[in-house]
Structure formats: structure tokens, C-alpha cells
């Protein structure tokens, strides 16, 4: 079993790889991508024992992910993805 601080980083590192591809606003979302890598970084967290500040993370990923298909304009885009490098930073 790998230790916990190898699953953060795994997370860390989908996170960012979501902001960098939804921070663009050159770009269309890759909707696709980002719910991949979003999925991705939420399931493990399943990977590790959770504490309640890790609990409200992953229910915060969750509703961003649940969100991301009612982004509609840069701001709003903006925001969902400020909100996710806040999480990823507070992680």
C-alpha cells in the first residue's frame, strides 16, 4: 500500500492539469479531459484513510464536477476554476 502523501500528490496533480486545461479561456473546455482527470483525482481519494477536512475536499470536487456542464461564460469559468485551484492549494 503506497502512503498518503502519494495519493495527495496524485490529486495535486490532476487538479492542476484541470485548472491548466479549463483556466484557457482561448479554448473551449475539454469537457471530456477535465471530467477525466476530475473523476480521477475523487477516486483517490478513496484511496487513503480520509479526515474530515479530506471528506469536504472530495464533496467539493464532486459538486465542481457535477457543475461543470452549467459553465456558460468566462466569469462563471473563471470562478469554477478558481475554486478548484483553491482546493488543490488547501489540499
Known amino acids: ?3 498518503k502523501q502519494f495519493f495527495i500528490n496524485s490529486i495535486k496533480m490532476d487538479l492542476l492539469r484541470v485548472v491548466t486545461a479549463a ?9 471530456e479531459s477535465v471530467n477525466e482527470f476530475l473523476t ?6 478513496d484511496k487513503t484513510s480520509l ?3 479530506d471528506k469536504m475536499f472530495k464533496k ?3 459538486n465542481l464536477r457535477d457543475s461543470l456542464t452549467s459553465i456558460n461564460d468566462p466569469h462563471k469559468r ?4 478558481e475554486d478548484v485551484l483553491t482546493i488543490r492549494c488547501r489540499i
Open 78 to 81: 473563471l470562478r469554477w476554476t
Open 40 to 45: 480521477h483525482a475523487i477516486n483517490d481519494f
Open 60 to 62: 467539493q470536487l464532486i
Open 51 to 53: 479526515d474530515e477536512k
Open 23 to 31: 483556466g484557457n479561456l482561448n479554448n473551449p473546455i475539454p469537457q
Open 1 to 3: 500500500m503506497r502512503d
